[in-house]
């Protein structure tokens, strides 16, 4: 049984990764107003906010399939997928097709040279699940508002 003040450290070969919106959009904002760039406030916004509308909610009724959970505050996506797969042993292969990355945070991260996928997200959960309830938690997610949520990769050993 997963017990939510570990699930950083369980994940294993067959599990689904899930993120639960798009990534990127803190630390793009951040560095966009860094340099000085021009930023369209009516599309870029930090997506910084508590996941307490999320969390608990999917804790509590799938806390035995989610293996691994962590928000990809420090490092982005990036890091936080090779944290899981340097600890576990295992290789986390992701569909970059289907990470959902704003066209505005694709645009300032091209323009600084930098991976989307290596900007923090403040807002967002990713998740590491059982492949059996990976498409029922992602409607879940879902109907709790978080549209964009969706199945990205899995972890192979």
């Known amino acids: 049984m997963a017990s939510p003040g ?25 560095l966009a107003l860094q340099q000085g760039f021009g930023v369209d406030e009516s599309r870029m916004v930090s997506d910084a906010k508590p996941l307490t509308d999320l969390m608990p909610p999917i804790l509590n009724e799938f806390t035995d399939h989610i293996h691994a959970a962590r928000d990809p505050t420090r490092g982005g996506l990036s890091m936080l997928l090779n944290d899981w797969a340097k600890a576990s042993g295992t290789i986390i292969v992701v569909e970059e ?20 996928l290596s900007l923090a997200s403040e807002g967002v959960a990713v998740l590491g699940v059982a492949p059996g309830i990976a498409e029922e938690l992602v409607e879940k997610m879902r109907k709790l ?5 969706r199945v990205i990769g899995e972890v192979r050993r």
Do not use: F
């Open 6 to 30: 570990l699930t950083d450290l369980i994940i294993m070969p067959g599990d689904k990764i899930i993120v639960s919106g798009p990534v990127g959009e803190h630390g793009a904002l951040i």
């Open 97 to 116: 097709e289907r990470i959902p990355i704003r066209e505005h945070v694709k645009m300032y991260a091209e323009m600084l040279g930098i991976d989307p």
């Open 145 to 149: 508002g978080y549209t964009d949520a």
